[in-house]
């Protein structure tokens, strides 16, 4: 059953600036349209904003525009995530010795969250993934590495929660299929997502066991297809595996 949020101003509020943190600016019209809602209430929510300081309206062109308030907000959530700080220097580390980008993500329950990237200086192509956007643990290499970790029943209630979309051919959507795929994950130690969430990317994941045991984290080596064949799959692999291994050291320290 669909769940309505008991505080429908809110709703509103986050929803106009969730719309123009991802258009970057946009007019009253325009807003009104895609979150089908009257004009009325759309200057009043955008008025709101103004006046909370998370938005502002562009003196040129009349638009409005997202402000750096909810960045600053994010900053300091960031900052105070420990996890992230103690991490950074080994992805650094494995991005300047592979010079692929590596993600670090956290489980927010079907989904994981970017918390962290190097994006690799050697290579022209960046990838599309941005700090604070979610990616379906089902078909990312991240998000089985830390499934894979999990009891029984707590993979079916991922697979069971999770809206299985074939987002690419090669994307997984058959339950027996993500079985065997976990299967393989624990033997080998590392998970692949072979473009089964973006055509033309190949990632190697490694999920973090924390001291308590559950994995919470996982981080990641994207790259290219074209740079990212089954021998250096291997190859990055192995260097994917030790860096877990001085991760997982320095969280039992």
């Known amino acids: 059953m669909e769940q309505k949020n008991p505080i429908q ?5 986050f929803g106009v600036l969730e719309f ?3 258009a970057g600016s946009a007019g009253l019209m325009e807003i009104s349209a895609a979150l089908d809602l009257n004009k009325t209430t759309v200057h009043r929510v955008l008025n709101s904003l103004i006046y909370m300081g998370y938005a502002r309206q562009n003196a040129v062109n009349g638009r ?25 220097p080994y992805l650094r580390k494995l991005m300047e010795e592979t010079g692929e980008t590596v993600h670090f993500v956290e489980r927010d329950g079907i989904d994981a969250v970017y918390i962290d990237k190097v994006e690799s200086l050697n290579n022209g ?14 078909c990312s290499g991240v998000g089985k590495a830390m499934v894979a970790e999990m009891d029984e029943w707590e993979v079916e209630e991922v697979w069971n929660n999770s809206e299985i979309v074939r987002l690419t051919p090669y994307t997984i959507t058959d339950h ?3 079985k065997s795929e976990l299967e393989e994950i624990r033997e080998r130690g590392y998970a692949l997502d072979n473009e089964e969430n973006e055509t033309g990317v190949r990632c190697i994941a490694c999920s973090l066991k924390e001291p308590m045991g559950s994995a919470r984290h996982a ?4 790259a290219p297809v074209s740079r990212m064949d089954n021998d250096r799959i291997r190859e990055l692999a192995a260097s994917v595996l030790k860096v877990r ?3 997982a050291e320095k969280l039992r320290a």
């Open 20 to 22: 123009l943190a991802d």
């Open 9 to 13: 101003v809110a709703g509103r509020l």
């Open 64 to 88: 409005y525009e997202p402000t750096f308030k909810v960045v600053d907000i994010a900053n300091q959530i960031m900052g105070k995530v420990d996890i992230v700080q103690i991490v950074r």
């Open 176 to 178: 027996n299929d993500f």
């Open 219 to 222: 981080f990641s080596i994207s």
């Open 245 to 247: 291994g001085e991760i």
């Open 125 to 138: 192509i960046q990838m599309v993934s941005r700090i604070g956007s979610r990616i379906p643990l089902y």
